[in-house]
C-alpha cells in the first residue's frame, strides 16, 4: 500500500562527507566551464563596446523635453518645475550644455545621482515592499531621457 521513496542524495557514509563530494563536484563543474572559455577574446576587448557615434541633443530638444515634463517638483530641484517651464526657452542652453558635455565625456554628474525614496502606497491592499517612488532632478530626468 505505502512505497518507499529512494533518497534523492547519492548513497554516502556521513553527511560530512557527502557535503565534501558536493563541494568537489561544484569546484569542478566551475573549473571546467572556465577552462572552456576564450580567454584570449575576452582579454582583446573583443567584447568591449563603445558608444562613440550618437547625435547630441539639440537646444530644440531639450525644450521639447522639458516641455512634455509632468509638473512635480522634487525638493532637490533647484526650482519648481512650474517655474522651469515658464522660462524653459532661457535654461535650456545652459541645461543643454550639461547634458551634451555629459554624453560627450561618458560621465553622469554625481550632484545629480541623488534623489529621495518615499515609499507610497497608492492603494491601502498593496504590500508596502514593492511600492516605490523615486523622485529626481530634472536635469537628471532630461539625461535619462536623451
Avoid at 41 to 55: I, K, P, Y
Wanted: charged share 20%; hydrophobic share 40%.
Amino acid at each position: 500500500m505505502f512505497k518507499l521513496k529512494s533518497s534523492a542524495l547519492p548513497s554516502h557514509q556521513s553527511s560530512q562527507q557527502l557535503a565534501e563530494d558536493f563541494n568537489d563536484f561544484f569546484i569542478n563543474k566551475i573549473s571546467d566551464i572556465r577552462a572552456g572559455l576564450n580567454t584570449t577574446e575576452a582579454a582583446s576587448g573583443a567584447f568591449v563596446l563603445l558608444f562613440t557615434d550618437f547625435e547630441l541633443p539639440s537646444h530644440a530638444y531639450i525644450v521639447e523635453v522639458f516641455g512634455s515634463l509632468t509638473p512635480k517638483t522634487c525638493d532637490l530641484d533647484p526650482i519648481p518645475t512650474s517655474v522651469l517651464k515658464q522660462h524653459v526657452l532661457e535654461l535650456a542652453p545652459i541645461i543643454t550644455r550639461i547634458v551634451c558635455a555629459s554624453l560627450a565625456s561618458g560621465e553622469f554628474p554625481s550632484s545629480l545621482k541623488t534623489s529621495i525614496v518615499r515609499p507610497k502606497l497608492k492603494k491601502p491592499d498593496l504590500d508596502s515592499k514593492f511600492t516605490r517612488t523615486f523622485d529626481l532632478w530634472q536635469t537628471s530626468r532630461s539625461l535619462v531621457k536623451s
